[in-house]
T-cell receptor
């Protein structure tokens, strides 16, 4: 069975400090991993996906198949990064045509 | 493009009533997904539909829940004889071709009195 684990329910860091939101997964094949973000009073939106290997809003995430992890990182946190972050997994390329498996989410709070 | 549209945003029902949740996918999208989020939990996949077809309903409860995506009109998630445990946020997502990411709606918050 596929599973996504986000061990931190809440993460609080100061503005300008580095941020790392942890995500570990369990899947027997080659998954595609995503990070979704939900800002206050907004809908869930895609932040980045591992196959894109791009940086969005200063965030990056590298898929580590050995450690089955897909941690989200940003070197210098900004107050506007405060949000709920969800890690998600799909068994299909792109994540379409498949139900995503989500972690429980991490509430990131950036203190001024 | 208004994105994925869900209505109503909030729905209150008494135990035993029926709840109907609607989802209009993004323009040009033909794949629709429903998820449920209980308090303090992540989103849990329920069902995946294409026009007039249920493709994967492995996450749907066996009783009282049904979903459809007709040729015309929005996708409907229907919950019959609601119980307190059905109180949750229900999210709809859509995608275009099968290798594109899913885009989410604002969700419907269902409260059962």
């Amino acid at each position: 069975a596929q599973r996504v684990t986000q061990p931190e329910k809440l993460l609080s860091v100061f503005k300008g400090a580095p941020v790392e939101l942890k995500c570990n997964y369990s899947y027997s094949g080659s998954p595609e991993l995503f990070w979704y973000v939900q800002y206050s009073r907004q809908r869930l939106q895609l932040l980045l996906r591992h196959i894109s290997r791009e940086s969005i809003k200063g965030f990056t995430a590298d898929l580590n198949k050995g450690e089955t992890s897909f941690h989200l990182k940003k070197p210098f946190a900004q107050e506007e990064d405060s949000a709920m972050y969800y890690c998600a997994l799909s068994g299909r390329s792109g994540g379409g045509a498949d139900g995503l498996t989500f972690g429980k989410g991490t509430h990131l709070i950036i203190q001024p | 493009n208004a994105g994925v549209m869900q209505n109503p945003r909030h729905l209150v029902r008494r135990r035993g009533q029926e709840a109907r949740l609607r989802c209009s996918p993004m323009k040009g999208h033909s794949h629709v997904y429903w998820y449920r989020q209980l308090p303090e939990e992540g989103l849990k996949f329920m069902v995946y539909l294409q026009k007039e077809n249920i493709i994967d309903e492995s996450g749907m409860p066996k009783e009282r829940f049904s979903a459809e995506f007709p040729k015309e009109g929005p996708s409907i998630l229907r919950i019959q004889q609601v119980v307190r445990g059905d109180s949750a946020a229900y999210f709809c997502a859509s995608s275009g071709v099968s290798n594109q990411p899913q885009h989410f709606g604002d969700g419907t918050r269902l409260s059962i009195l």
